[in-house]
């Protein structure tokens, strides 16, 4: 079992800067594969950026140059960086773990970036 919680959202203009956090409840040397999803009203779940335990990342298009993610395996936290929000970033963000054949997700937190 991996729980994972988040933490970094809220409220911002557009062009401000968030982090988000998300802190595994285990080792995420044992996670082969964690990354950052968003769902937005009306919208299905897409990936925004994953990184592997070897530390290699992808990201959408939609966000490749603004978001960095990243690993803090100290600290089992991930990171997700998103610098010049836009209103079409506004979603539930949702950490995700894969381990042991399955997945884990967190329970989501709120970014909302306004016009």
């Known amino acids: 079992q991996v729980q994972l919680v988040e933490s970094g959202g809220g409220l911002v203009q557009a062009g401000e800067s968030l982090r988000l956090s998300c802190a595994a409840s285990?080792?995420?040397?044992?996670?082969?594969?964690m990354g950052w999803y968003r769902q937005a009203p009306g919208k299905q779940r897409e990936l925004v950026a994953t990184i592997t335990s070897g530390g290699s990342t992808n990201y959408a298009d939609s966000v490749k140059g603004r978001f960095t993610i990243s690993r803090d395996n100290a600290k089992n936290t991930v990171y997700l960086q998103m610098n010049s929000l836009k209103p079409e970033d506004t979603a539930v963000y949702y950490c995700m773990g894969y381990y042991s054949l399955r997945t884990y997700w967190g329970q989501g937190t709120q970014v909302t970036a306004s016009s």
């Open positions: 285990k080792s995420i040397f044992s996670i082969s594969n």
